[in-house]
């Protein structure tokens, strides 16, 4: 299926209710909303292999897609895709400057009541990442790059 806004996602099910759902946007990064059944166990799969188990809130899953795509891997046996994905709780504002390998960047993350102790960063193996609270911008977090993907912040509610 092709969302209004690019988005791309195909849903793959068996009998036994395992869901494997595919998701890319071809030209750009964007935070997304997959809705989802509340408190499901989701585990993300990057291309790079990496793994994140989240749980989704009675929202969704809230997520960053772009032309590496990544797959959610859940049980549900009755739900399809969904008919349209909303804007993400979690907003994660890029960094001014390219992001480069052996370098630290700093990603500004924005919604409602985020505070540090909120949230979950997740980065590829071997980068390092330092969540703090910045005084008028709110939570961000600090990434030592050791590869080309990016890490995924999410929200825990």
Known sequence: MQYSDGVQAYLFRDALGKCLQILWLDDRRKD????LPPGKSVELVRVDGS???MRSTAEGISLSVSPESVLLAYQDEKAGLAKTLATSILQME???DAISV???STFVL???GLTVQS???SC???WTAALNQAAHSGPQFDVRTRGAHLCAASCRR
């Open 32 to 35: 997304i909303l997959v809705p």
């Open 102 to 104: 052996g370098s630290t």
């Open 110 to 112: 924005k919604g409602p």
């Open 94 to 96: 890029m960094p001014r």
């Open 51 to 53: 793994r994140t188990e």
């Open 119 to 121: 949230l979950r960063v």
């Open 124 to 126: 590829p193996p071997l």
